[in-house]
């Protein structure tokens, strides 16, 4: 059986993209930080759908409970899935933060930065002994870093999710030596928790906010949950150091 790490699967399109690629009998190894009972939830319909899974608790914006966070991947990758290596690495879990350039606090920039750039880049560098070759990685970006789309107050957002763009490129050409392919998926606007539940908490934005999307709707978690899980499969295998949007033409 294959295997794969997906991050921040309790909620959202990670929780979408655990289980599509367990629908395809690859089993997961999923990771949450604060939302433990979404993380069950995930655990449970996969296994509801006849898959296997193991959710662990990360802090991706911790680089120092990596080593530790490692050895719980190793143990069970032997206990559950018996194997000694994994085989997909989905980089999705992060969180967001809104402020106008001349508002921005310096200890927000350092959060952002370490949750979406640093803690990615250094979890991806941890995992990648445990990484088999002929594996894939998918970072999840936004096509808030498209020179169309310049929403004002998501400037560090914006900028650290184009660094990861650079990355995936970086990934892939280094990592092609051992036959992995790495590519990263840009969503639009999508209804999950993102920006502490803005869409939840604020539903009556999303008729308007439809208007900027070709399709007509604001983008759901299974959107780009299912081109992830596509990444990651048989399918993908010709496709590497690509950042692909899915957004369903937001902003087109």
Same mark, same amino acid.
């Given at each position: 059986?294959?295997?794969?790490?997906?991050?921040?699967?309790?909620?959202?399109?990670? !929780?979408?993209?655990?289980? +599509?690629?367990a629908r395809r009998g690859t089993g997961v190894i999923l990771t949450y930080s604060s939302n433990a009972d979404g993380a069950g939830?995930?655990?449970?319909?996969?296994?509801?759908q006849g898959g296997t899974a193991v959710a662990l608790r990360l802090d991706l914006a911790d680089t120092a409970g990596f080593p *530790?966070?490692?050895?719980? &991947?190793?143990? *069970?990758?032997?206990?559950? =899935? $018996?194997?000694?290596?994994?085989?997909?690495?989905?980089?999705? *879990?992060?969180?967001?933060?809104? @402020?106008?350039?001349?508002?921005?606090?310096? $200890?927000?920039?350092?959060?952002?930065?370490?949750?979406? =750039?640093?803690? #990615? =880049?250094?979890?991806? !560098? @941890?995992?990648? #002994?445990?990484? @088999?070759?002929?594996?894939? &990685?998918?970072?999840?970006?936004?096509?808030?870093?498209? #020179? !169309?789309?310049?929403? #004002?107050?998501?400037? &560090?957002?914006? *900028?650290?999710?184009? @660094?990861?763009?650079?990355?995936?490129?970086?990934?892939?050409?280094?990592?092609?030596? +051992?036959?992995?392919?790495?590519?990263?998926?840009?969503?639009?606007?999508?209804?999950?928790?993102?920006?502490?539940?803005? =869409?939840?908490?604020?539903?009556?934005?999303?008729?308007?906010?439809?208007?900027?999307?070709?399709?007509?709707?604001?983008? $759901?978690?299974?959107?780009?949950?299912?081109?992830?899980?596509?990444?990651?499969?048989? $399918?993908?295998?010709?496709?590497?150091?690509?950042?692909?949007?899915?957004?369903?033409? !937001?902003?087109?």
């Amino acid at each position: 059986m294959d295997v794969a790490v997906v991050t921040g699967a309790s909620s959202g399109i990670g !929780q979408s993209a655990a289980l +599509r690629i367990a629908r395809r009998g690859t089993g997961v190894i999923l990771t949450y930080s604060s939302n433990a009972d979404g993380a069950g939830d995930t655990v449970a319909r996969i296994e509801r759908q006849g898959g296997t899974a193991v959710a662990l608790r990360l802090d991706l914006a911790d680089t120092a409970g990596f080593p *530790a966070f490692v050895a719980q &991947v190793r143990s *069970a990758l032997r206990d559950t =899935f $018996e194997r000694d290596s994994f085989d997909h690495l989905v980089n999705n *879990a992060g969180f967001a933060g809104m @402020a106008m350039i001349e508002d921005t606090r310096e $200890e927000d920039f350092d959060r952002l930065t370490r949750g979406l =750039f640093k803690g #990615p =880049f250094f979890l991806t !560098q @941890a995992l990648l #002994p445990l990484l @088999a070759d002929g594996g894939a &990685v998918v970072n999840l970006t936004s096509n808030s870093t498209l #020179p !169309q789309v310049t929403a #004002p107050g998501y400037s &560090v957002y914006a *900028a650290l999710k184009g @660094a990861v763009v650079v990355l995936t490129r970086y990934m892939a050409k280094e990592f092609s030596a +051992r036959g992995i392919r790495v590519n990263s998926v840009a969503p639009g606007a999508t209804v999950t928790r993102f920006a502490d539940d803005a =869409f939840a908490k604020n539903p009556e934005i999303i008729p308007e906010m439809a208007k900027s999307f070709a399709l007509g709707r604001v983008g $759901e978690p299974d959107d780009i949950g299912m081109v992830v899980a596509m990444l990651v499969s048989e $399918e993908g295998r010709w496709i590497t150091g690509q950042d692909i949007e899915v957004s369903g033409g !937001q902003n087109l």
